[in-house]
C-alpha cells in the first residue's frame, strides 16, 4: 500500500511539472519589442478667454441684480462677434454666497461672482473683444488647437511614426542576423497637444482708455506626438 501510494504521488508531481511546462512555454527567441516616436510642433490656432467680476453688498438680491447687469453688459458685446464655428460664446459660473461676521455669529453681507466665456479661432476678433467689455474684467487666458487642426496633423505624424517602426524593425533584424520580419501586436498611441495659458494681468479703464483696444495674444505651437508600439517576428 505504501509503495502503491509513493507512485501515486510521484506520478502526480510528473504530471504537475508537465503541465506547467505546457502553460509557461519558453519565450520566443525571433521575437523582439519596439518602439517608435514622431511628433510635430504647429502654431495653436483657438484661443479661450473667460472674463470674470465680483460684487459685494449687503442685500443678496441687490449683488444678483448687480452680477447679471455686468454680464448681460458684457453678453451684449460678445454675441456681436459669435459666429458658428468661429466664436463660440457662453455663460460661465454664476455663484452668491454669504459673508459672516467675525466668529461665525450671523451674516454680515454677500459676495457674488460670474464669468463669460468667449473660445474660437478668430483670435483677432477675440482679442479685440477685450478692449469693448468694461463690465467684467479678464481672468484667464489659454491657446489650443482645434479638433480638426489636430486631426489632421495627427494624421500626417502617425504615417512618420509608423514609417519609423517599420524601418527599425527591419534595420535591428538585420542585425541580428534574420532577412526580413513579420508584425505581430501594435498599439498605436496619440497624445493630446497640451493648452498654453497665458498669465492676464489686471487691464483697468480710463476714461481715456481707448475702446478698441485689443489685448496683445502669442499663441505660439503645440506638440502632436504620436507613438508606436509592439512586437514583430524576425523570420530568416
Do not use: C
Not at 454664476?94 to 460670474?114: E, L
Request: positive net charge.
Amino acid at each position: 500500500m505504501k509503495q502503491f501510494l509513493t507512485l501515486l504521488l510521484a506520478a502526480s508531481s510528473l504530471a504537475a511539472v508537465a503541465s506547467n511546462a505546457q502553460a509557461d512555454p519558453a519565450p520566443r527567441r525571433d521575437a523582439l519589442n519596439l518602439s517608435a516616436t514622431a511628433q510635430i510642433e504647429v502654431p495653436r490656432d483657438t484661443i479661450s478667454l473667460a472674463f470674470s467680476t465680483s460684487k459685494d453688498g449687503a442685500d443678496a438680491t441687490a449683488v444678483q441684480n448687480a452680477l447679471k447687469l455686468a454680464l448681460d453688459a458684457a453678453l451684449a458685446e460678445a454675441k456681436k462677434i459669435a459666429k458658428p464655428g468661429q466664436v463660440e460664446v457662453q455663460t460661465g459660473n454664476f455663484s452668491i454666497y454669504p459673508r459672516y461676521k467675525n466668529g461665525g455669529n450671523g451674516i454680515a453681507g454677500w459676495q457674488g461672482t460670474v464669468e463669460l466665456l468667449v473660445e474660437g479661432r478668430d483670435q483677432l476678433a477675440i482679442s479685440q473683444l477685450t478692449g469693448r467689455i468694461n463690465s467684467m474684467s479678464i481672468a484667464r487666458v489659454s491657446f489650443n488647437l482645434s479638433r480638426e487642426a489636430r486631426e489632421k496633423h495627427e494624421a500626417e505624424v502617425v504615417a512618420q511614426a509608423i514609417a519609423r517602426f517599420k524601418a527599425k524593425a527591419g534595420d535591428y533584424a538585420r542585425q541580428f542576423g534574420y532577412g526580413s520580419y513579420q508584425i505581430g501586436e501594435v498599439s498605436v498611441n496619440t497624445q493630446d497637444a497640451m493648452p498654453y495659458a497665458m498669465a492676464a494681468a489686471p487691464r483697468l479703464k480710463t476714461a481715456m482708455a481707448v475702446q478698441d483696444e485689443a489685448l496683445p495674444v502669442e499663441a505660439g505651437k503645440a506638440t502632436v506626438s504620436v507613438n508606436v508600439t509592439g512586437v514583430v517576428v524576425m523570420t530568416k
